[in-house]
């Protein structure tokens, strides 16, 4: 079975995206694999793929975007006899590029077994592709593009690590020990007809394995890796007489991977690689190495005319090496593959690579990521001075000040909680010993799981796990602390967003939510307000105390999301007068054959957002995300992994980018972001954009316009004053499908938009030329 896809590429990994449309941020770190066509190298990383043309310097990518079939990429290898490239995935999945068309071949990924089918290694052999995966091996036919065999050399009991072939054997590497089989068995499908290379001594202490396997000069050589002691790692070479070992000519590094390229088999190590060419009685001969700048790790290695190429697994990319001298080259991309929370005000996009599992410390040093103006840029601590020295990890929170856009505020679960950033340097950091933050008494350290700015420039955080736990650095750089109510003391307090009106409303998870007003007074605690919104009867009647989500919508509405689904606080504002039992939620109930039930019923929600539109965006933990309209009577739309380009179900926090309508989608395989038809309405029509313009005739998505007023009527027009089409605005942007009222495609020539909003005059605000 296969499925072809024909896909033209794209030469700009990160680019603006039209409306409609997606884009996967496709990290450059770590490096997975490299191959060598014949002027080009093909660099894999875990969601996507970067191809690079030797002769001209151009850069392209390949996701699922724009072609792939999947992501987590595992393993790369150019196929000579039939010109083009193979690409396994950890869930077994495989493709075939060639032309710039993409072959998916998804056997493996379909197969009906339990287990592992991750692609580990791919080989090719005598005109056939031999397919390491975590229960077998794989034989494809590359001309035909079909699976011929599949050999069980482990009764899937066991992951093939590596294939090799010498002389009439084919050998396998398990992570305990080396099998062998005739290659002229027709048989090999049997497990019985696999034999254990008794030479190669089986393993069985954890942390130590097998990891790599190569034929070099008519020898087989084995990679042996100790976790448990550094440069403890070892290369054996299968001799008549047993075993020699290879590796014992005194360096200490560690071995991350093996592989052999033109006659020289290549460790790959710390910071470079290392050649060997000969080997005498009972040691190498090192021929040649290779030491590049900035530390490299290297997971991967191919050699072309004077120069090798390499996968970083550490610093990331491509590393081309030439003359002594190395370069790293990338794609533009996040940082890093870490992502946890998205921060998005005024076109500047912060990304918190951290992690938060509950109240223990995971110790994640990824840091936080600024994407604006198309870049990306990485601020962790190896990158900043004040960090440096410091203990600080799990970046979990970010914030964006709107009266200053280059401050941002960054959280953590560490020891150094909370730091302040200009323009992309810490400046300040804080804890309990300059700060009115307290050290949890749980782990003696700090959670800052919550942070926003208010409209004034003060700095609302949460300090959970302690007495008093909702704080505030005035932007006067003093500080506040506020008094709730005791049920949220030494608990996990996940959330905090500020209304317009200047509310909080915080999250405690298993305890409900907790409105404060602090009345524009912070310094006087006399008049603060506070309400606890759980699921007793008269005190909410929340679906669960469980809550996981909160969004106050453009008509003052709490939107909130629980392990069990959705509700709503309408005239959330006024909750702080509201007698018990007159603030409970509400949940929409809809009729369905004689049977009342709630929409989405007891779906878990894990984040809402709110667009220009007032429509509410709500992602899920296994379902992916739901389009509700403003009032959340009915879904408009329901994006999952198998209808759109998502790339998997499991979203873990939304965030829009007002200025656009750029929807940022973390998940737990990557970051994603689809651009959506909705946008912050303007207060004029200074702003206004259309695109495309021109509209060309292979064109087939929608045309947008964007910068128009809230909720306006959008009327299209030809030059003679002919109405076209007509449509509302969601928010400040609206569409055109280039159709007439009547549904017919409109003619080439020039059109005129015109738009007023709901209330007040309209005016003309801009052309698009049609070419058909």
């Known amino acids: 079975m296969k499925i072809i896809f024909a896909f033209l590429l ?70 000579t006899s039939q010109k083009g490239l193979f690409i396994g995935y950890e869930n077994g999945n495989l493709d075939f590029l060639k032309n710039n068309q993409i072959t ?41 593009l079909e699976v011929k065999d599949t050999y069980y050399p482990t009764n899937g009991l066991e992951a093939i690590q590596a ?40 393993l069985s202490q954890n942390g130590i394995a097998y990891k790599g396997l190569e034929v070099v000069n008519e020898k087989l050589f084995v990679l042996k890796c100790n976790e448990n002691n550094y440069a403890g790692d070892s290369v054996f070479c299968l001799a008549n007489n047993g075993l020699i070992f290879a590796s014992n000519n005194g360096f200490d590094l560690e071995i991350y991977s093996m592989t ?41 290695v191919v050699i ?47 990304i918190a690579g951290g992690t938060l599992d509950y109240k223990y410390m995971t110790y994640n040093q990824s840091g936080v990521y600024s994407f604006e103006d198309e870049t990306w840029s990485l601020m962790d601590k190896a990158s900043m001075t004040l960090w440096q020295g410091k203990d600080i990890w799990d970046f979990v929170s970010t914030a964006i000040n709107p009266k200053k856009t280059s401050q941002i505020a960054v959280g953590t679960y560490s020891p150094t909680p909370l730091s302040i950033i200009e323009n992309g340097i810490v400046t300040e950091t ?60 030494d608990v996990l307090i996940s959330h905090l967003i500020i209304d317009n009106q200047n509310n909080k409303w915080i999250i405690a998870p298993s305890v409900g939510i907790v409105a404060f007003k602090d009345n524009e007074t912070i310094d ?37 999301g629980t392990e069990t689904g959705f509700a709503i606080l309408y005239n959330a504002p006024n909750v702080f007068d509201a007698a018990n039992g007159s603030y409970n939620v509400q949940r929409i109930k809809l009729e369905f054959e004689d049977n009342v039930e709630y929409l989405l019923g007891e779906t878990h929600i894990t984040d809402i957002v709110v667009d220009g539109g007032n429509r509410k965006w709500m ?78 005739p292979n064109y087939n998505g929608v045309i947008t316009m964007q910068g128009i007023k809230y909720d306006s009527d959008v009327k299209i027009t030809d030059v003679a004053g002919n109405l076209i089409y007509k449509t509302t605005s969601n928010g400040g942007t609206a569409t055109w499908n280039g159709k007439t009222v009547n549904g017919q495609k409109a003619s080439t020539g020039v059109y005129l938009i015109w738009t007023s909003p709901n209330e007040g005059k309209g005016r003309k605000v801009g052309k698009v030329v049609l070419i058909n």
């Open 304 to 350: 072309s005319p004077q120069k090798a190429w390499m996968a970083d697994k550490y610093k990331g990319g491509l590393v081309k090496y030439e003359n002594g001298n190395s370069e790293h080259i990338k794609i533009e991309g996040p940082p890093k593959n870490d992502f946890y929370k998205v921060t998005s005000y005024k076109g500047k996009t912060i």
């Open 619 to 696: 992602g899920t933990a296994n379902t992916g995300i739901f389009l509700l309209s403003a009032d959340g009577t009915e879904i408009l739309q329901h994006l999952t992994s198998e209808n759109s380009s998502l790339i998997s179900d499991v979203i873990l926090d939304l965030e829009i980018n007002q200025s656009n309508g750029e929807m940022y989608i973390v998940t737990d395989k990557g970051l994603i972001s689809y651009r959506i038809d909705a946008s912050e309405g303007k207060s004029n029509y200074d702003e206004v954009e259309v695109f495309p313009n021109p509209v060309l």
């Open 524 to 560: 006087d605690l006399s008049d603060d307000a506070y309400k606890l919104i759980n699921n007793g009867d008269n005190t909410g009647a929340l679906p669960s105390n469980d809550v996981t989500a909160i969004a106050m919508d453009l008509d003052n509405e709490l939107w909130i």
């Open 163 to 202: 294939i090799s072939f010498l002389n009439d054997t084919i050998y396998t590497l398990t992570p305990t020990e080396l099998k062998k089989g005739g290659i002229s068995n027709v048989a090999l499908a049997d497990f019985s007809q696999w034999t254990i290379e008794s030479k190669v001594p089986a």
């Open 430 to 489: 804080y804890d309990a010993s300059n700060s009115n933050i307290e050290v949890s008494q749980q782990n003696q350290s700090t959670l800052i799981a919550g942070l926003s700015y208010d409209k004034n420039g003060n700095l609302w955080l949460i300090n959970s796990f302690s007495e008093s736990p909702l704080k505030v650095l005035k932007n006067d750089k003093t500080w506040g602390t506020m008094n709730l109510p005791s049920t949220v003391s």
């Open 10 to 79: 794209s030469f700009s990994s990160i680019a603006q995206i039209g409306t409609g449309q997606w884009r996967l941020h496709v990290s450059n770190t770590p490096s997975v694999d490299v191959a060598l066509a014949e002027n080009i190298v093909y660099t894999a990383f875990e969601s996507g793929m970067m191809e690079y043309d030797i002769s001209t310097g151009d850069k392209s990518s390949w996701n699922k975007v724009n072609g792939l079939s999947d992501i987590g990429i595992t393993s790369l290898l150019y196929c």
């Open 104 to 144: 998916n071949l998804p056997a493996i990924r379909l197969a009906d077994i339990l287990g592992n089918k991750r692609i580990n290694k791919i080989t090719e052999y005598n005109g056939l592709i031999y397919i390491a995966t975590g229960f077998s091996i794989v034989v494809i036919d590359p001309l035909k």
């Open 260 to 300: 052999s390229n033109n006659g020289q088999l290549c460790l790959n190590i710390d910071s470079g690689i290392l050649f060997f060419q000969e080997l005498t009685e009972n040691n190498f001969v090192q021929s040649s190495n290779i030491f590049v700048q900035d530390a490299a790790i290297v997971n991967s």
